[in-house]
């Protein structure tokens, strides 16, 4: 509602660059100090300008708080998807939930969990404080999602994600139990990667009984290495376990009636778990890295059963191929 007595903007390239540069200093202060005795003359402080100023700018003090909560998610939306982005080696939606959620805790979260406090304590008033977030998020969460996903799966998943963090937010508002946070995020991650895995095991399968039938289901097979290698967005998914692994159960069905093949690819199969502990070499617990504007931390695996694994068998392997060497010189 515009406020009696005071010129408003006629939103001229001039006005409106100028309405940015308070929306900016204003969101600043929020950012800082919260939303707990904000006023349009504290708002006008920390622009350095005066409460008639904003009037003229903006359509009253909550019209000017709506406006830079809007500015608080979009900065939010910002650094979650430069997190997402910042290690090649995410691949996995999974992944990137993981290094999304420390943005979640930055110093945006503070103030937007107020708003959300505002808006459920008052929603005439405060409504717009939290109307259409859902909105601001999605697109974010739905181009985190892999590109060969049906639009519908992409939605689906997307609002399940948001959900979600959302109620893992809350409970952390809520409660001390920080445990039962981590312990829901993991399953959470863990329920977003299987369904990749599932698909990249269930491929393997299909390339072994393919190379059982005709070996010439092999040039179909380069085929879709040759893509990998030549997509950029695709290639990533070369130094990820999933595609080892499917081309290791494709091996292992195709030399299944050969024995010493048969027992050089169960060795072989050692270098998965290695792989795995590799990656978890850190852990257990959560581990953090330094990233453009915070940190960004993953819960990681104990890397030594994993190796113990691996180490099995690859020594089994060896031993098992050296028997049958021995035998077959009898």
């Not at 009253?60 to 708080?65: E, F, I, P």
Request: charged share 20%.
């Amino acid at each position: 509602m515009e406020q009696a007595g005071y010129r408003r903007s006629t939103g001229s390239p001039r006005g409106e660059a100028r309405r940015r540069e308070l929306l900016e200093r204003v969101t600043d202060d929020l950012a800082a100090n919260g939303l707990v005795d904000f006023s349009l003359r504290r708002a006008a402080r920390a622009a350095g300008t005066t409460h008639k100023v904003l009037l003229y700018h903006f359509d009253g003090a909550d019209d000017l708080l709506a406006q830079a909560i809007f500015q608080l998610r979009e900065r939010r939306i910002t650094n979650a998807l430069t997190a997402a982005g910042q290690d090649p080696a995410r691949k996995t939606l999974g992944a990137r939930v993981r290094a999304v959620w420390p943005v979640l805790l930055g110093e945006e979260s503070r103030v937007l969990d107020q708003a959300i406090g505002l808006t459920m304590y008052d929603p005439d008033r405060y409504g717009e404080l939290g109307r259409g977030a859902s909105q601001q998020y999605l697109p974010a969460l739905l181009s985190l999602c892999p590109d060969e996903w049906s639009d519908r799966r992409k939605l689906e998943v997307s609002h399940l994600i948001l959900a979600a963090l959302r109620g893992f937010l809350i409970t952390r508002l809520t409660s001390d139990d920080a445990s039962g946070i981590e312990a829901g995020f993991d399953a959470l991650v863990r329920a977003l990667e299987r369904g990749t895995l599932s698909w990249w095991l269930g491929a393997g399968f299909c390339c072994g009984l393919a190379l059982l039938s005709k070996y010439s289901a092999v040039l179909t097979m380069g085929g879709a290495v040759v893509y990998l290698l030549s997509s950029r967005r695709h290639r990533q998914w070369l130094a990820a376990p999933q595609p080892w692994l499917a081309a290791a159960v494709a091996l292992l069905l195709r030399r299944a009636g050969r024995s010493f093949a048969s027992v050089g690819v169960v060795a072989g199969l050692g270098l998965v778990p290695l792989w795995v502990a590799y990656l978890n070499r850190g852990g257990p617990g959560t581990v953090c890295t330094a990233i453009t504007g915070g940190q960004s931390c993953t819960s990681e695996w104990s890397p030594w059963p994993w190796l113990g694994a691996g180490a099995f068998l690859l020594a089994g392997g060896i031993a098992v191929f050296a028997a049958l060497l021995s035998r077959a010189s009898r």
